[in-house]
């Protein structure tokens, strides 16, 4: 039973590998014609050539879907930073909405509060009049009484000779009478005053904090406003992400596409680049002697060769000392990580300037110029992204993850505003 699995798997093994073998010579065999047609070294340098350029053809167009890819993968994560930004925002949003609740509820307590102290108040002022009242009748009646029974008993008092004395004594009784009355009588005047003050000044602070409430009100609904600016916000950046997902996923296939195509094309060249080896050996030799060494660019003499303040040229110069520093969304970090605007933001924080912290915000900071007039340390406002301006139509800025800090062409997208934040 093993022997023959084992035969099984050795008939299938053969048959693979015919069919690999005829499969290289269907590729191969077009190659050999024309190596057999190529009888000098000539033909077959201008095979190469034809080759060769029909895998530059092909490397351009991966290295156009990669430029291209790499643009979308930078918008992308302009996008996510921008979500996240914008959902930062938002958490604000939500803690200002709930101590602005806070707020709103200690002030209706206090308004409770208040309001039973009005009404303690009015109950203690009516109780006052009501005992202002009562003393005043009650006055008014003893008065009456003595007038009345005065005047008898003092006619009474001499007809039956009772004597001076003890007239006087009740005339004294009388006038002390009388004033306890009217100071009691004052006494009530002034806590029924004392008392509608006090109601009058509990009124006042009530309806002031009646106002405060209905102010508060209205600038929780400014905030309910805002919060649900921003989710709206967020949903249209949502829906732009999944488009440039849908792109950058097609954009990968063409990409693997594109480099297989280059792949066979390069398997061509290698195989005449080993009949050549000796001509190569000697182009290069010529090739090194023709041409020219090349080195990366200074940009320090690009920002200093451009015209602008000095302090913008050092802005632009510092952020340059950054490239190759990694990318991470919602970064911060010049260093271990940083998005687009963060970039921006921390450069001039560094220089004491406070600027916005989304790429659109930032599109309203400082002063509009044309990018004709761009100077080093202005900001270059793409559609969700900036950028450091340097000079020489250079922008060093924090690209994508797979790129991190580097410099570009200005104009490598379209430029929508420039923005000067030193006046």
């Not at 008993?153 to 009355?181: A, C, I, P, Q």
């Not at 040229?313 to 970090?333: C, D, E, T």
């Not at 080093?376 to 800025?397: F, T, W």
């Amino acid at each position: 039973m093993q022997k023959n699995r084992l035969q099984k798997g050795i008939w299938f093994g053969k048959v693979i590998c015919g069919l690999c073998m005829a499969f290289a010579v269907m590729i191969l065999c077009p190659f050999a014609a024309e190596r057999a047609s190529a009888s000098t070294i000539a033909e077959l340098q201008e095979q190469i050539k034809a080759h060769q350029k029909e895998l530059d053809a092909a490397n351009k167009k991966t290295s156009d879907l990669q430029d291209k890819q790499s643009l979308i993968e930078e918008m992308i994560d302009d996008l996510n930073a921008e979500i996240i930004n914008t959902m930062a925002m938002i958490g604000v949003k939500e803690d200002e909405i709930a101590d602005m609740e806070t707020e709103i509820s200690n002030k209706e307590l206090e308004i409770i509060s208040k309001q039973a102290d009005i009404d303690e108040m009015e109950e203690a002022y009516y109780e006052a009049k009501a005992q202002e009242e009562k003393q005043r009748e009650d006055m008014q009646i003893r008065a009456r009484r003595i007038y009345e029974t005065g005047n008898t008993s003092f006619l009474h008092m001499l007809l039956e000779g009772t004597g001076l004395g003890k007239l006087l004594n009740r005339m004294d009784y009388v006038e002390h009478l009388y004033t306890y009355d009217k100071d009691k009588l004052l006494d009530y005047e002034a806590a029924k005053k004392l008392t509608l003050e006090i109601w009058n000044q509990l009124e006042e602070e009530k309806k002031e904090l009646q106002a405060q409430k209905a102010e508060f009100e209205v600038a929780k609904g400014e905030l309910e406003t805002a919060k649900q600016e921003l989710s709206d916000q967020k949903a249209e950046l949502d829906k732009a992400l999944a488009v440039y997902q849908k792109e950058n996923a097609d954009y990968e296939t063409q990409i693997k596409k594109a480099k297989q195509e280059a792949s066979v094309t390069k398997t061509l060249i290698q195989q005449e680049q080993r009949e050549l080896k000796k001509m190569q050996d000697a182009e290069k030799k010529k090739l090194a002697a023709q041409n020219v060494t090349i080195v990366d660019n200074d940009y320090t003499a690009i920002v200093d060769a451009a015209s602008g303040s000095d302090l913008g040229k050092k802005i632009a110069k510092y952020g340059l000392q950054f490239v190759g520093n990694p990318y991470k969304l919602g970064g911060n970090s010049l260093t271990s990580g940083i998005d687009c605007s963060g970039f921006t933001q921390q450069i001039y924080k560094t220089f004491g300037y406070s600027i916005s912290r989304t790429s659109g915000d930032q599109r309203k900071d400082g002063v509009g110029v044309d990018y004709a007039n761009a100077q080093p340390g202005d900001i270059i406002c793409y559609s969700g992204h900036v950028a450091l301006y340097i000079g020489g139509g250079k922008i060093v800025h924090a690209s994508n993850k797979k790129d991190g800090i580097k410099v570009s062409n200005a104009t490598y997208r379209t430029i929508l505003a420039v923005r000067r934040i030193i006046q």
